[in-house]
Nanobody, 114 residues
């Protein structure tokens, strides 16, 4: 399976971005889809997930500001990011999980700076 993330860019603090992750097969095939991020010099960290039934979870650091959603017809998962902070700057990755296996997409860079 291939995942293609896009939508990153440069945004000012307080701004918004929407990331997209297009999957090469039906996202209904997966138990859940997740977004992760990795800032320079830091470990990759989990950001958000959406389960097959539609339930969502968020890391405390983004709760209330980020929203994960999906369009099954387009095999696409989104991450809407609002009220962005400089500490949100990172490379963002999407991940598809099926049982004990998972697939990662390439990252998309988010820069938050004035």
């Amino acid at each position: 399976v291939q995942l293609q993330a896009s939508g990153g860019g440069l945004v000012q603090p307080g701004g918004s971005l929407r990331l997209s992750c297009v999957v090469s097969e039906s996202i209904r095939n997966f138990n859940y889809m997740s977004w992760y991020r990795q800032a320079p010099g830091k470990e990759r960290e989990w950001v958000a997930r959406i389960y097959g039934g539609g339930t969502t979870d968020y890391a405390d650091s983004v709760k209330g500001r980020f929203s994960i959603s999906r369009n099954s017809a387009r095999n696409t998962v989104y991450l809407q990011m609002n009220s962005l902070k400089p500490e949100d700057a990172a490379v963002y990755y999407c991940r598809a999980i099926k049982g004990v296996t998972s697939s990662w997409g390439q990252g998309t860079l988010v820069t938050v700076s004035s």
